[in-house]
């Protein structure tokens, strides 16, 4: 998460009509909304509805918004409601096993949660990375690029000698993980033991 | 307190942030432009039912069955708005019961609208699918739901 006085301005900002406020909330909050949205694995087109959706409902709700710095859990929660509603309209066509007992069972039932996990995660990396100095980021989004830059064309382009650059990504991948977004997420799934590991 | 990933996977992991970022340009159009709704003239009514979605707190039994209608409802000081959703269109009611002038209204502005009758019932064609709220007009009351996914 972004410094809570800054999301706290931003807010205020927002509920106060200023669009660009609102633009910069859009920008750092969408794919949070569209990661939840993929969690949940709805149709590109669904997705698009309930996060236009979401978006319109925050609209209303910045004035009610008492503690801005809760903005991200209340978009998880918008966006997770709105998806629920497409799981029960497909549950109303699913298919039955005319041989069997009951409904054929439903493969996406159970992701959801390690899904939002991910998401959660995603959006710690997308702060973190944020927080971190240009030259971390630049060096990160370099090497994690698709496909990620050799360490030739890093050289090239950041003028660091060759033989610098593996342990300057070590370095910055090490700041990325001491960064607040990240210790906060840590901090939160680790006191649940559910932490997500990549795959 | 020691962190869970490798080098490796948290690069992998950013690698998947990244492709995400580039995503959706016209979703954050839509968001952006979905500011200018900030301010509209009507009372805004609360959400207190969806049959389709997690069930508000404090209302029980009135969820459809599958195949039923989607049952939503709508309350404020003034005015409750019950709405029944299925693939025939869109049956409401006001309370307490009045005449009025109710209006379907997309992201994009006002489309369809239909008169209310002396008992407050009126009927809507189904919509396209998307965001969409009720604006409602009663007397010099003015009234708008929250936005609903159809």
Known sequence: MPPVSELTALVQASAKGDESAWNELVRRYAPLVVAVTRSHQLAPADAQDVSQTVWLRLVEHLDGLREPEALPGWIVTTTQRECCRYYRQAQKVLPVDPQGDGIVSHDGAAAPDSGLLRAELRQALRDGLAELPARDQQLLRLRAADPPASYEEISKLLGMPIGSIGPSIRRSLDRLRQTGAMKTYLAATQATDRVRRPA | ?150
């Open chain 2, 1 to 150: 307190m020691n962190s869970p990933w490798t080098d490796d996977e948290l690069l992998q992991e950013l690698a998947a942030v990244l492709a995400e970022e580039q995503a959706d340009e016209h979703v954050i159009q839509a968001a952006e432009a979905a500011f200018s709704w900030r301010t509209v003239d009507a009372d805004l009514l609360s959400l207190v039912l969806d049959s389709d979605a997690e069930p508000a707190v404090g209302v029980r039994g009135r969820h459809s069955g599958p195949g039923g209608p989607r049952v939503l409802m709508f309350r404020g000081e003034q005015l409750a708005v019950e709405v029944e959703i299925d693939d025939a269109g869109i049956v409401g009611q006001l309370t307490p019961p009045q005449p009025g002038h109710v209006t379907l209204v997309g992201p994009n502005g006002p489309g369809l609208a239909a008169q209310a009758d002396e008992v407050g019932c009126f009927t809507l064609p189904l919509p396209a699918s998307g965001p969409v709220r009720l604006d409602c007009r009663l007397g010099d009351g003015h009234f708008v739901t929250p936005w609903i996914t159809i």
